[in-house]
């Protein structure tokens, strides 16, 4: 087994980048699909972008110990666009990030609407091109064969909206309780359990959709890509594997299509708790899929 150069904290980056990027989008898109009544579910997408690329970044930098080694050597990164994937990423995650804070101030001090959608639409193009990036970044390294795919980047993409809706949704019951005067609206639709339930089913519609694409794109990855089997068998890393197919995958689908039943028959407050167990499941999940990719490729290589 291979020194491992990149660890927890890395694989701790990589799913903030994909969930900053999936929560964006996924908050964006509901105001731009001018979904009014679940204004809530967008300010909690666009707040948790925001303080998700944020640690995200802070962590990264702690992890390269630019702090440490000659600290304003970050800023020579920018300077190599377009020759290296590196300067290429910093400047797409530098951009969507003041996108990302721009947006948040625009929503929370009731901002020019126009002004707002515009933000929104480039952050949309942002956050996916953050959350494609995660997987480019793997996929750049030379001398691991797991990483050498070119549908890691969807994988991660389509992890990050999973986890962008998962994280959304939870912020609202959070911040709502938490802080109910700076966040009365959360709060408001958090204690109305059908209008929650109708969030729910909302957003459970695209979920299960993006389940099953990325199942079908994790078949792809693994019968194209050299070496996987160590993911799936004979590795340290092969029981969170199957812990990622369990609680990101089969869990939450599960789950999202028991809720359509409950729903049909009025029990609100039970699909309320239910989604919340399979929130938490799927940033779990999320969370493990970048640990198997990123610390079972230095396994083997």
């Given at each position: 087994m291979s020194e491992l150069i990149w660890g927890s904290i890395m694989v701790l980056y990589l799913f903030l980048g994909g969930l900053a990027g999936g929560s964006f989008t996924v908050g964006a898109l509901a105001d731009l699909l001018n979904k009014k009544e679940y204004r809530p579910f967008t300010k909690a997408g666009i707040l948790s972008s925001f303080v998700s690329i944020l640690v995200g970044l802070v962590m990264l930098i702690f992890d390269l110990k630019r702090f440490d080694v000659a600290p304003i050597g970050i800023l020579?990164?920018?300077?190599?666009?377009?020759?290296?994937?590196?300067?290429?990423?910093?400047?797409?995650?530098?951009?969507?990030?003041?996108?990302?804070?721009?947006?948040?101030?625009?929503?929370?001090?009731?901002?020019?609407?126009?002004?707002?959608?515009?933000?929104?639409?480039?952050?949309?193009?942002?956050?996916?091109?953050?959350a494609a990036y995660t997987g480019i970044l793997l996929s750049f390294a030379r001398g691991v064969?797991?990483?050498?795919?070119?549908?890691?980047?969807?994988?991660?993409?389509?992890?990050?909206?999973?986890?962008?809706?998962?994280?959304?949704?939870?912020?609202?019951p959070i911040a709502g309780l938490l802080m109910p005067?700076?966040?009365?609206?959360?709060?408001?639709?958090?204690?109305?359990?059908?209008?929650f339930a109708g969030l729910i089913e909302y957003t459970d519609r695209y979920a299960q959709s993006l389940i099953v694409v990325e199942t079908v794109v994790m078949l792809l990855y693994f019968l194209t890509t050299p070496s996987t089997s160590i993911l799936w068998w004979g590795s340290g890393v092969s029981v969170y594997f199957y812990a990622y197919l369990?609680?990101?995958?089969?869990?939450?689908?599960?789950?999202?299509?028991?809720?359509?039943?409950?729903?049909?028959?009025?029990?609100?407050?039970?699909?309320?708790?239910?989604?919340l167990l399979a929130i938490i499941?799927?940033?779990?999940?999320?969370?493990?899929?970048?640990?198997?990719?990123?610390?079972g490729g230095q396994m083997l290589y």
């Open positions: 020579h990164v920018y300077t190599r666009f377009p020759d290296s994937i590196m300067s290429v990423g910093t400047w797409i995650i530098t951009a969507f990030t003041l996108v990302s804070l721009f947006t948040v101030l625009i929503w929370f001090l009731d901002g020019d609407v126009m002004i707002r959608k515009i933000l929104e639409v480039v952050g949309v193009v942002l956050g996916l091109s953050t064969p797991v990483w050498q795919s070119g549908f890691l980047p969807w994988l991660f993409v389509l992890s990050g909206l999973l986890t962008g809706i998962a994280l959304s949704i939870i912020v609202i005067r700076a966040f009365a609206d959360f709060k408001a639709i958090w204690d109305s359990k059908i209008r369990l609680l990101a995958l089969a869990a939450p689908l599960a789950i999202a299509i028991y809720d359509m039943k409950l729903l049909e028959e009025g029990k609100h407050e039970t699909v309320t708790y239910l989604t499941l799927a940033l779990m999940g999320g969370y493990l899929l970048r640990y198997v990719i990123l610390i």
